[in-house]
């Protein structure tokens, strides 16, 4: 009721509806960022395409920065630009199988083009050389891989990281999802309501990182 009378006096303020649904709306995204959380950031893409021409330009000047190689294929990563990632990597391959990090991004690409059973050994490699790499993401990008051809893979999966990140609501709402999809809605509906414990219990500071997984728990236990 609050929205549609605030939108209903800007409307009549500024007296044109579009641009007053233009002007909500970027409230509402503004309110978000600042104390939710769960829209993803507007000028995150654009960062991320200067710092990718930047590395592409350095790289033209020196192509052989392993460093920059590496750096370059984190960012088209996350861009699911998975081809020219791997290529990358692969380029980088004899000096950089030392290192978790490495190996998780190399399964990251593999995963993204399809080649699960591949990505998966690289994942399990970046583990093996470091338990506890990113924090224990590998597991949670196995879990997600998983999720829809082998369910209860990926449950084991989400089970590892929710050891290494045993105060995260974005483990116990994957887990929910995960026995969602199994079907088993008992057991659904308590990893939704952990998700949201978990959050109320997290300090503060912790707290903005985590509060989109508890939003999303919270509508998906309605739901379960």
Not at 17 to 26: E, F, G, M, S, T
Not at 171 to 181: E, F, Q, V
Request: overall charge positive; proline content about 3%; hydrophobic content about 40%.
């Amino acid at each position: 009721m609050s929205k549609l009378m605030l939108f209903i006096l800007l409307t009549w303020l500024i007296g044109n509806p579009w641009i007053a649904v233009i002007i909500l709306l970027a409230v509402l995204y503004f309110i978000d960022r600042r104390f939710i959380g769960v829209f993803p950031s507007i000028s995150r893409p654009f960062k991320r395409y200067r710092n990718i021409s930047k590395l592409r330009q350095q790289l033209s000047l020196s192509p052989f920065d392993v460093s920059a190689k590496r750096e370059l294929a984190g960012l088209l990563l996350e861009r699911k630009k998975y081809k020219e990632a791997l290529a990358l990597l692969e380029e980088v391959r004899d000096y950089s199988e030392s290192s978790a990090e490495y190996w998780d991004d190399l399964g990251t690409a593999t995963i993204g083009l399809g080649r699960l059973d591949e990505g998966e050994a690289m994942k399990l490699q970046a583990i093996r050389l470091n338990e506890r790499v990113r924090y224990g993401q590998p597991y949670l990008t196995l879990a997600l891989a998983f999720k829809e051809t082998n369910p209860e893979k990926a449950l084991v999966y989400v089970g590892k990281y929710g050891e290494i990140q045993s105060s995260s609501s974005e483990a116990c709402y994957l887990l929910g999802s995960l026995y969602r999809s199994l079907g088993r809605k008992e057991e659904a509906n308590q990893a939704f309501q952990e998700s949201i414990a978990v959050y109320r219990s997290l300090p503060k500071f912790k707290k903005r990182h985590e509060r989109k997984w508890a939003v999303r728990s919270y509508f998906s236990s309605l739901f379960v």
